[in-house]
């Protein structure tokens, strides 16, 4: 099936798009930044300029479409809530709902638009049960969301719509545990105000499955609570976060703390919504990560211990037997390196990779002379090879290089963990700098690979 992808580069939409390129599907994605999205995007794709906003997208981009998955949407949490900044969030919703629509009409080749939306929509409710039948609230959030599903209602009865309200989603890689797990790992994650108000959750994993789940169940229409069916207060979401990390909970943040912090935007984390997600069992979808603990444990495992992570993917149109020689060349690194390090490597110890070759490289951190010595534990010619720090400027340094085969071409991973010397003490103080600095490094070596090896 050919499906048109909007959100593709965030979150969700680049699990999602991955999962459906691996089903078969070939994708088309909208993106206001196309040289971004082909940067950036962990599969293969057509691309189309489109900004949402001020005009519908490209008539060529529907060819062929038969379905519709729409996830695109200024971030509601990424800024406090200006009046400026709630214009852009309402817009990108409304309008570019409106848009999108308006394309899916033209095209009269749709059968199937899954939107997005947020249970949001009900507003603070308290311990009140919410279903797909209750009302909508009256806050900035609820009338954002109620906006956006009113514009999908204006498609043609012959489109099937899907609306999922989704709550907070967790995972490793983004999303709402991308800022409580650094509080959370250093001991210093509490309670928000009383702790009383309902959270109601998604793993990511559940959510893509959920998405595909709709494209190819012809029961499903309208609106569907996108949440697991147990909610948990915010008190126990705190403990069994703290848990799941080895932690102890830290004093309570009072409300007011928060409001004065995020303003009109700390509605996100006071407001309670306990919400069911009953109507999914009617249409047979079986939640992977249903309990709390079990989903929490499975993206905090590998973060216990003051443990940290970065994980990057990038597909290029080439098969893992013709890229893979590249990397098994050592003196290739320093191209994948950025100038700042002054990356050079040194020897190797054996004449070709292996499994127990030691590398030794120098290199420069904010200009102070190193030396990193390095092994490979696990060498599997073709298809991936992990590497870990003998000596260096990390307590810890482990990095799993995958070649993964992906629609003709290859799907690159790189999963690093990673400690610092110190303990608590250098997270607090460079922890920050640290990530920044891993950060930029990955993105040179994801544009040099692109030069490289891109279409």
């Not at 309402?90 to 749709?110: H, M, P, Q, W, Y």
């Not at 400690?419 to 920044?436: N, Q």
Request: proline residues 5%.
């Amino acid at each position: 099936m050919k499906v048109l992808l909007t959100g593709a580069t965030g979150l969700v939409g680049k699990e999602l798009g991955k999962k459906l390129v691996m089903s078969g599907h070939h994708l088309v994605v909208l993106s206001r930044n196309p040289e971004k999205a082909k940067l950036e995007l962990p599969f293969p794709a057509e691309i189309y300029k489109w900004d949402g906003l001020t005009d519908i997208p490209p008539e060529e981009s529907f060819n062929g479409v038969e379905a519709v998955i729409h996830l695109a949407g200024e971030s509601i949490a990424s800024s406090r809530w200006t009046a400026r900044q709630k214009m852009k969030i309402f817009d990108s919703r409304i309008l570019g709902t409106r848009s999108l629509v308006r394309a899916i009409e033209i095209s009269g080749k749709v059968k199937t638009f899954i939107s997005a939306s947020a249970i949001g929509i009900y507003g603070d409710c308290g311990e009140e049960i919410l279903n797909e039948t209750h009302a909508h609230g009256s806050d900035f959030l609820s009338t954002v969301c109620y906006g956006w599903e009113k514009e999908t209602e204006k498609i043609t009865k012959e489109v099937r719509v899907i609306n999922l309200r989704i709550g907070v989603v967790l995972s490793r890689q983004g999303g709402a545990l991308e800022k409580l797990i650094p509080l959370f790992s250093m001991g210093l994650g509490g309670v928000i105000g009383n702790g009383k108000q309902w959270m109601s959750w998604i793993h990511l994993e559940d959510l893509v499955r959920l998405c595909q789940f709709g494209l190819e169940e012809p029961s499903m229409r309208g609106p569907y609570n996108a949440v697991s069916p147990h909610p948990v207060t915010n008190k126990v979401f705190s403990k069994t976060l703290a848990n799941s990390l080895g932690r102890s909970l830290f004093f309570p943040v009072p409300s007011f703390v928060m409001k004065v912090a995020m303003g009109d935007m700390s509605t996100i984390v006071l407001s309670s919504q306990h919400v069911d997600s009953q109507k999914l069992n009617t249409v047979g979808f079986k939640f992977t990560y249903p309990d709390l603990a079990l989903a929490l444990n499975e993206i905090c495992q590998p973060l216990r211990g003051g443990q940290k992570e970065l994980f990057a993917e990038q597909w290029v149109p080439h098969t893992p037997e013709k890229i893979f020689p590249f990397f098994c060349d050592e003196k290739n690194l320093e191209k994948l390196t950025p100038e700042f390090l002054s990356f050079k490597v040194l020897k190797k110890s054996t004449d070709k990779i292996q499994q127990g070759t030691i590398i030794e490289y120098r290199l420069k951190l904010h200009g102070i002379p190193m030396h990193w010595k390095s092994m490979i534990d696990k060498w599997d010619a073709g298809s991936s090879f992990v590497d870990h720090q003998l000596t260096g400027p990390y307590k810890r340094w482990h990095h799993t290089h995958e070649f993964i085969p992906l629609a003709n071409g290859t799907l690159m991973r790189d999963r690093v963990s990673y400690s610092l010397p110190l303990g608590r003490l250098g997270d607090v103080v460079s922890g920050w700098k640290v990530l920044k600095d891993v950060r930029k490094i990955f993105a040179y070596r994801r544009s040099v690979i692109r030069k490289l090896f891109g279409a």
